[in-house]
């Protein structure tokens, strides 16, 4: 028999038969009916438990992971305030349930069978996925199994904080509001949980203000690999910054009274606190898993004989709040209620085109308060000296500095944070200045952890800010790319656009530095970043170029909610020079604060018909020291500098080759998963019957010292290339 329907009539028998499992007297400040209130969330709990696995047997269902066992987590929802912001953990349907019971208006039962259901009318994620999550109770979905959360939840605790000091015009937290995590004592071992903890002590170390409370959810195993007897208590207990709770997760009133305890310290003294809750797993991990085939059937019925539900109606007995009997119709009428709603739920429509699936991959856009920009006074303090600067030609890395400062006198919930953006002013000097110009508040230097930098941008964002995070070489990112992919970039998929994280990752990255780095600080693969759904990539090509294109970055980020990286070519910072020495021909002024180059783009430079370069980049620096050459050999040449690399600006360089004879793309990233690859395709549908040919790197890492750039295009190589296609020289 399923261990479901095991446990179900064990229920009913004992609780019948008035044989409940021992344990200590009711104690602690739990009231009677808040009491029974949370016995009957944890009833509805297991009563959608078993009504997922009927629906699944179905074919009417599809996916399923339960929460039974863990139903004392009800007690620490009930312990919390419903705007206090929750990343739950997957078993936690009775916590959700519980503060649910805290807000008018709200529950569960439909919406969690509208989810089970995959149906477009599911509340939360609109029939993408079955995940616990609702925008009325402040409990954004999360999708990951394994601790991904963890770092966003550090960064929403920290943006309580910082709001209190410049609260953003879309903040959504209180200022007393405090961070809630949960998870599995399996996922406390992961890396990014790991990872949060330490950012999490580090922060309170410093004696800066991060209201977070984590819970760990101890049931022992992880899918089928035990958890050591303690190791939970033994790693967690004593670690500075980090103050210990622990409860037992099977005794509501136990549950109730450290969850309010700990909450309080979180919440008056502003520090995080790591709150652990014994508690057990009934059935197995999920869907057919089954726990007898990897445990001894005598320890999965001693578990099953300690079911907290169990417990909870001996405590409420002991208590004089609830009879046996009349728990016993709870839980009986809560059952058959899920079942009629249940036969209701299956027959509401489900998503069936990919343009339904993919209606949620954009955020909606919102409204913000205009700006007309900082004062003269203002930019006049900020910038000092550097305004009479700007009417020369400059770098690009000193033109995206003065975007930055324009950016951020204009809009005051922008924030960046990363590794040496702060005092350094960055390993290149990008952001120097900025600190002394708008306080460590906004100038965040974080601890060298590229999760823990992302995920404090990703939990600032759902709080109004407009973060600006720095991964300080591109080859990093893999270090925390699901941070970008399972985390921003899905919430509005699985939350259909109640919540976003909108955000500018500014990286620095790509080849063609001289003296440093090698394979690990010259990286020109973009491909993590082009294969996410719904994430902006940008890269500029010269100065004037980045600052107009960080802008409308800003704005994208800002008022249309979206996810942009930016990605700035480490050898172009410093460029001054073209075609020789001390000519200046990279160089560029810094454009008006009113300009910006909008999303699609392109940048076309020439009318030449006979070849067409499409580029980015460093491609575009090359392609026009290679111009010269090809115009005395008689190829009219124009150069197409793509810009945004995703989503590609198809109809927009389909008008800029339009009549040209050739089209040469020049490529600086991989030969595999390139770059090139979507050009040519998209060339090859578009312009069919176009001579077409591409010039890539090496599928290769960089080496350093003299072979600096020898798996990448160079100059000669594109001269090579456009006479081949073009027939050569006249």
Known sequence: MDRCEIVHENFLRRVAARDLPPGRAPQGPLPPTLAVSLFRSGCLSRALDRQSRAMQREGQGFYTIGSSGHEGLAAVAAALRPTDIAFLHYRDAAFQIARAEQVPGQTMTRDMLLSFASSSEDPISGGRHKVLGSRALMIPP????????????????????????????????????????????????????????????????????????????????????????????????????????????????????????????????????????????????????????YLPREEVEAEEANDPLLHSVRLLDSAGALSPEDALA????????????????????????AGEVMAAIIPPRRTCRPTNGPSAQAREQAFGADLKAMDEPQIMSRLINWALTDLMLAHPEIVMMGEDVGRKGGVYGVTQ????????????????????????????????????????????????????????????????????????????????????????????????????????????????????????????????????VFVEPIALYPMRDLHADKDGAWMRRYPDPSQRIALGEVGIDGQGDDLAIVTFGNGCYLSQQARPELEAAGVKTRIIDTRWLSPLPKEALSAAVAGCRHILIVDETRHTGGVAEGLMAHFHEAAPGIPLARLTAEDSF?????????????????????????GGAR
Not at 203 to 232: A, H, M, R, Y
């Open 702 to 726: 960089i080496a350093t010292g003299p072979a600096y750039a020898a798996t990448m295009p160079s100059k000669d190589q594109i001269l090579a290339a456009a006479r081949a296609l073009t």
């Open 330 to 353: 709870i839980y009986r009428e809560t059952g058959e209620r899920v079942a009629r709603v249940a036969a209701e739920a299956v027959t509401r429509p489900r998503l069936k085109t």
């Open 142 to 293: 999360q999708t990951s199994t394994i601790a991904s959360h963890l770092p966003k939840a550090v960064g929403a605790a920290y943006s309580i904080g910082a709001a209190r000091r410049h609260r953003p015009e879309h903040a959504i937290l209180p200022d007393d509001a405090i961070a809630y995590c949960s998870f599995g004592d399996a996922s406390a071992n992961h890396s990014t949980a790991q990872g949060a903890f330490n950012a999490a002590q580090w922060t309170s170390f410093q004696s800066v203000p991060l209201p977070l409370l984590f819970c760990c959810e101890d049931n022992g195993i992880g899918i089928s690999t035990k958890t050591p007897k303690g190791w939970i208590a033994a790693t967690f207990s004593n670690r500075p910054g980090l103050k210990y709770f622990a409860c037992d997760g099977l005794d509501l009133y136990d549950t109730y009274a450290t969850a309010l305890e700990a909450a309080e310290y979180v919440r008056t003294r502003r520090k995080p606190a790591f709150l652990h809750v014994r508690t057990i797993r009934l059935y197995g991990h999920a869907g057919a898993d089954m726990p007898t085939t």
């Open 433 to 564: 200045k900025l600190t002394a110009r708008f306080g460590p508040d906004r100038m965040i230097d974080a601890l060298l952890d590229e999760q823990s930098i992302l995920g404090l941008a990703i939990g600032m964002a759902q709080n109004g800010f407009v973060p600006m995070p720095e991964i300080q070489f591109l080859a990093y990112v893999h270090n925390a790319e699901d941070q970008i992919r399972g985390e921003a970039a899905t919430l509005p998929f699985f939350s259909n656009g109640q919540f976003t994280n909108p955000m500018v990752i500014r990286i620095a990255g790509l080849g063609y530095q001289k003296g440093f780095g090698g394979h690990f600080h010259n990286d020109n693969s973009l491909a993590v970043l082009r294969d996410i759904p719904g994430v902006i990539l940008a890269v500029p090509s010269n100065g004037a170029d980045g600052a107009m294109m960080l802008r409308e970055c800003v704005r994208l980020a800002r008022e249309e909610q979206r996810v942009v």
